[in-house]
């Protein structure tokens, strides 16, 4: 089974801090996807990848930021924590054009941040 | 663009009911639709997916859906609905990114409730 591993499931952090947050997958994908969850607004896009050293904004990137060093690592960094970046952060990998299904996401468990 | 609309941000039903969780898409392509679950601070589980084979599918946990075209519409249905299925329900839709890969669209979520 394909496994996506979000390093921390709880974080509380201080207006300011610098925040890291750690996605790592096992499959070999070629894509990753870093998604902000809120209640009563769905997913929303944030980052993506679709190779190393490759990211394309999505929806909703103020604010953050991301790295990909590694095939199997995506990392979103928010430089400067705010109060409206409380959420619950979700990530996800696809195949990749030759292996993918339509599109379909494999999830990590998310990550809560609480920003105060 | 794509988008996903899902009627109603909650939905009660009694144990045994049938569950009925509607999903309607815009696509100016054949699209490629998506239901996923996720249970209470779990990441998204894919349900099933359409990708343009049988209109009707089928997928885990007794879950089936169809695909209408005529209605842009892909609604989640189970004859009778378990304690277990109360969670929140995501329909996206899928699009090629400008980049060359799949990008999904997500809908704002239904959250099932199942009363004893």
């Known amino acids: 089974d394909v496994k996506v591993t979000q390093s921390s499931r709880y974080l509380v952090k201080r207006t300011g801090e610098k925040v890291f947050l750690e996605c790592v997958q096992d499959?070999?994908?070629?894509?990753m996807f870093w998604y902000r969850q809120d209640p009563g607004l769905g997913l929303r896009l944030i980052y993506f990848?679709?190779?190393?050293?490759?990211?394309e904004k999505g929806d909703i990137p103020e604010g953050y930021s991301v790295s990909r060093e590694k095939k199997e690592r995506f990392s979103l960094i928010l430089e400067s924590a705010s109060t409206n970046q409380t959420s619950m952060y979700l990530c996800?990998?696809?195949?990749?054009?030759?292996?993918?299904?339509?599109?379909?996401?494999?999830f990590g468990e998310g990550s809560r941040l609480t920003v105060l | 663009a794509q988008s996903v609309t899902q009627l109603g941000s909650h939905v009660s039903v009694s144990e045994g009911a049938l569950v009925l969780l509607r999903c309607n898409y815009s696509s100016s392509v054949p699209p490629y639709l998506f239901w996923y679950v996720q249970y209470p601070n779990q990441g998204l589980q894919l349900l099933l997916k359409y990708t343009s084979a049988a209109t009707l599918v089928k997928g885990i946990n007794g879950f089936e859906a169809e695909f209408k075209k005529s209605e842009t519409s892909f609604h989640l249905t189970k004859p009778s609905a378990h304690m277990s299925d109360a969670a929140e329900y995501f329909c996206?839709?899928?699009?090629?990114?400008?980049?060359?890969?799949?990008?999904?669209?997500f809908g704002k979520g239904t959250k099932l409730s199942v009363i004893p």
């Open positions: 996206a839709v899928s699009d090629l990114s400008g980049a060359g890969s799949y990008q999904l669209t």
């Open positions: 499959m070999d994908h070629e894509n």
């Open positions: 996800a990998s696809s195949p990749g054009l030759a292996g993918e299904v339509a599109g379909e996401l494999f």
């Open positions: 990848s679709y190779d190393v050293k490759m990211k």
